[in-house]
């Protein structure tokens, strides 16, 4: 009689623990060094030849099995193997899904932490409007679904309404518009409802005073706050991100607040990534800084596959800047994976440069690929690699105080064990 894990219940070995992986329940379970090689030696030894299997009081192997079973990680088995389940279909290696067409870099605002460095003097964008137009063909044709016009301020881009109806002739399924929305006006708000268009923005405070000293032009808060409430009436689905520097940083809670009145939705704000003018040191929080990465970790069965193909947050997405490199993210700024002024979008997808980031999984990086948790943790590729010092972009996940090699949690209180 063989002792096994069910087929939904996958063993992922760490340097130094394991942990079960429940695809039906979706809990991760931590198990120690012990627990791990006891497993391993299941798998191919009967459980007579390993324990005591009819001593009384039962021995702790026995007692770690019961725990299994109520758990229904595991269960007897006549049979040294027992029917795999099989995975669901992952995304084809090449297929895009997402794109951002950063269509200029000139800005009415001059906020103080913006990655693309914009401002009103700004404009150094050399893609001509056909080629944008061309390259919105190419990319549904290659499988883009959903589409971003972003900039700098997308808006002060003289023909955007075009972009937006080129997407909408492609059959985009998805098309938002992101921008500081100071520039919105009536006719913007019933050429949006035309065409169902999305609508991102950004506010770094409840109170002009705040949000206008990042945006470092008087009067934006008042701009964006007008067209927000012609957003909401008009019922253009609407999202409000937000952003967290030392001027701002004790705001988390009072713009989280001012969304829920306005009933809008809004990301939890994040905090400024070290690129362009975010770069400068004096722009970083004292006090709020991104939750760390803490168990418990919870898996399910296309997340646990395809993590281990797949970075589950690059895969399938590109930006193309008013210059035409082509970056994984927005945020990626030092990794152009070619330009479309020289090569064809067809011809990009395929290359190695892009390829890696889409199947830049935990496997390939440092520290995280000797970790049991690498197929239910996710982290931002570019975040990680600003703040390495040899700027890697295999580097280890900053946010997180596990290590792996000695299955310890520097916090303690992150300690999460099992038998
Ligand atoms: C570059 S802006 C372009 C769209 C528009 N101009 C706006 O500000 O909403 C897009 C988003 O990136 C954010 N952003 C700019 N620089 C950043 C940085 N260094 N770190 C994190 N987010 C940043 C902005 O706050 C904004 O929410
Ligand atoms: S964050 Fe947006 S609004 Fe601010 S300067 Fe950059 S592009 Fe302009
Ligand atoms: S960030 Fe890396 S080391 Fe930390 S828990 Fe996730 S996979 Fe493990």
């Given amino acids: 009689m063989y002792y096994l894990l069910h087929p939904h219940c996958k063993l992922v070995e760490g340097a130094t623990r394991g942990a079960i992986y429940d695809l039906y ?23 007579e ?32 193997r027992l029917a795999e389940i099989p995975p669901p279909a992952i995304e084809e290696p090449t297929a895009l899904d997402f794109i951002w067409l950063e269509i200029t870099d000139a800005c009415n605002n001059r906020c103080l932490h ?16 056909s080629e944008w137009l061309s ?69 770094y405070a409840d109170n002009a005073e705040i949000h206008d000293q990042v945006t470092a032009n008087p009067g934006s808060f008042a701009l964006t706050m007008t067209a927000i409430e012609k957003l909401r009436k008009a019922n253009i689905p609407l999202r409000i991100a937000s952003i967290l520097m030392k001027i701002n940083e004790d705001q988390f809670h009072p713009i989280m607040k001012l969304c829920a009145k306005l009933g809008v939705e809004v990301n939890p704000p ?17 006090n709020h800084f991104t939750a760390p990465i803490t168990p418990p970790f919870y898996t399910d069965p296309q997340t646990f596959f395809s993590a281990q193909k797949n970075n589950p947050c690059l895969m399938g997405k590109l930006a193309i800047t008013s210059t035409g490199d082509v970056l994984p993210c927005i945020f990626a700024r030092n990794r152009t994976c070619g330009n479309i002024l020289e090569s064809s979008l067809e011809d990009i997808l395929l290359e ?3 390829q890696q980031s889409w199947h830049t999984t935990k ?19 570019p975040l990680a690699q600003s703040l390495d010092s040899r700027n890697n972009w295999y ?24 038998t």
Avoid at 114 to 128: G, L, M
Avoid at 145 to 160: C, F, M
Avoid at 275 to 286: D, I, M
């Fill in 352 to 354: 190695k440069m892009l």
């Fill in 25 to 47: 329940t979706h809990k991760v379970y931590s198990i120690n060094a012990s627990a791990l090689a006891f497993l391993k030696d299941c798998r191919e030894t009967p459980l």
């Fill in 270 to 286: 994040d905090i400024i990534r070290p690129t362009g003018r975010g770069q400068n040191k004096e722009l970083l929080p004292v």
């Fill in 114 to 129: 913006c990655y693309t460095e914009s401002c009103p003097e700004r404009h150094s964008a050399k893609v001509t409007h």
């Fill in 135 to 203: 390259l919105i063909s190419q990319a549904r044709r290659l499988g883009g679904r959903a589409l971003q016009l972003i900039g700098g301020e997308p808006l002060l881009y003289d023909r955007w309404r075009d972009l937006v109806i080129k997407a909408v002739a492609e059959n985009y399924e998805f098309i938002e518009i992101f921008t500081n929305a100071t520039l919105i006006d009536d006719a913007c708000i019933e050429f949006f409802k035309q065409y169902r268009v999305h609508i991102a923005t950004t506010i």
């Fill in 363 to 381: 496997d390939c990086l440092e520290k995280c690929r000797d970790c049991e948790y690498r197929y239910a943790c996710s982290d931002c590729r």
């Fill in 49 to 80: 030849e390993l324990i005591d299997v009819n001593a009384q009081p039962k021995t702790s192997w026995g007692n770690f099995i019961d725990e299994l079973s109520n758990k229904q990680l595991g269960t007897f088995s006549p049979e040294r």
């Fill in 395 to 418: 580097a280890a996940t900053y946010q997180c105080s596990y290590d792996p090699y000695s299955g310890l949690w520097q916090n303690p209180t992150e300690q999460h064990g099992h």
